[in-house]
């Protein structure tokens, strides 16, 4: 918790922009009859049946000091999807940085061997040196910005029925196409103080010997004269 605090600390640099990386899955639902549209003094009306298409995956990318996201639809959640996320973070969103520093959570296809099980070893070595991953502790994915980013995603965009992947990628494209125009940022304010005061559940209670505490002042030994 502490290393990903630390690391929403660090000032704004260029070589090393922050990244923070999450998933979440969307099912697909479809039409069984034609929705009613909105009228005057009338909401839209849906039939409650509905026919199911599958699961799309949905990977955020989100740069909050520089109100940037990036939102990947794909069918799966592979090693080799998020290998692939992984490459377009390093060579098309920031080539220029030599090291991309991303938060992201503990899920068994986020490890350095997925890029070895998608690539050749040189080109996966290639990747992984520029990269610098910070992961969340368990139960602490509250801790990833993307998470959140993702749940802004949810309210605008997706809280409603869409019928198939393409439809998706092009909602998910136009509501990222806003977001972005308007530079939202995200201001992280929990910091690592906040942590030690709030949180001290979590910390283990250290005994301190008797004779290793300092002297109070009454008892104190004086100079001598």
């Known amino acids: 918790m502490e290393e990903v605090l630390t690391v929403y600390s660090l000032p704004e640099d260029p070589a090393c922009p922050l990244v923070c990386m999450d998933e979440a899955s969307k099912q697909l639902v479809g039409e069984t009859r034609s929705p009613l549209p909105m009228r005057p003094g009338d909401c839209a ?19 909050p000091l520089l109100g940037w996201r990036q939102v990947v639809v794909t069918d799966r959640r592979t090693m080799r999807d998020w290998a692939e996320v992984m490459r377009d973070l390093v060579d098309v969103h920031f080539p220029q940085a ?13 490890l350095a061997g997925s890029l070895y099980e998608a690539f050749p070893p040189a080109e996966a070595r290639r990747i992984l040196d520029r990269l610098e991953l910070h992961y969340t502790p368990k139960h602490g994915s509250w801790l990833n910005m993307a998470e959140t980013e993702l749940s ?3 309210r605008q965009c997706l809280d409603r029925r869409i019928p198939d992947k393409a439809c998706l990628a092009h909602e998910v494209a136009a509501w990222q196409a806003r977001r972005n125009r308007a530079e939202t940022t995200m201001h992280w304010r929990f910091t690592t103080a906040d942590a030690r005061i709030k949180l001290t559940h979590l910390y283990p209670t250290v005994q301190v010997p008797a004779e290793a505490q300092a002297p109070s002042p009454d008892t104190a030994q004086q100079p001598a004269a």
Request: net charge negative; aromatic share 12%; charged share 20%.
């Open 45 to 63: 009306h849906e039939d409650y049946e509905y026919e199911r298409h599958g699961v799309a995956n949905l990977f955020m990318l989100f740069a």
């Open 98 to 110: 030599p090291t991309s520093r991303v938060v992201l959570d503990n899920l068994n296809t986020h």
């Open 152 to 154: 802004v995603l949810g």
